[in-house]
């Protein structure tokens, strides 16, 4: 079994900053890919980038510019900068893991508010 913890979440104001951490940890393969996802109020979770044990990282459009994922392999822990909020990202942010064999395994989330 995985276990995901995430990490580094809160309220921000306008224009602020925040950087998510996920570890994970249990049973581990070396090849896996771990991703950020953002779930909104009333709406469904959508991917908002990954990044593969081999380095490989992938964004979906929309979020580029202003999230930057990383992952450091050594301490099996994925990050998350996200600059310039707004409120629009504010959403229960969830770090997910995929891998062969065990298929995806998710955190419990952490909450991200951006208001003033």
């Known amino acids: 079994q995985v276990q995901l913890v995430e990490s580094g979440g809160g309220l921000v104001q306008p224009g602020g900053s925040l950087r998510l951490s996920c570890k994970a940890s249990g049973t581990l393969s070396s090849q896996n890919t771990m991703a950020w996802y953002r779930q909104a109020p009333g709406k469904e979770r959508e991917l908002i980038a990954q990044a593969l044990s081999n380095g490989l990282i992938n964004y979906v459009d929309s979020m580029k510019g202003r999230f930057t994922i990383s992952r450091d392999n050594a301490k099996n822990t994925v990050y998350l900068q996200m600059n310039s909020l707004k409120p629009e990202d504010t959403a229960v942010y969830y770090c997910?893991?995929?891998?062969?064999?065990?298929?995806?395994?998710w955190g419990q989330g952490t909450q991200v508010t951006v208001s003033s």
């Open positions: 997910g893991l995929d891998q062969i064999p065990g298929g995806r395994s």
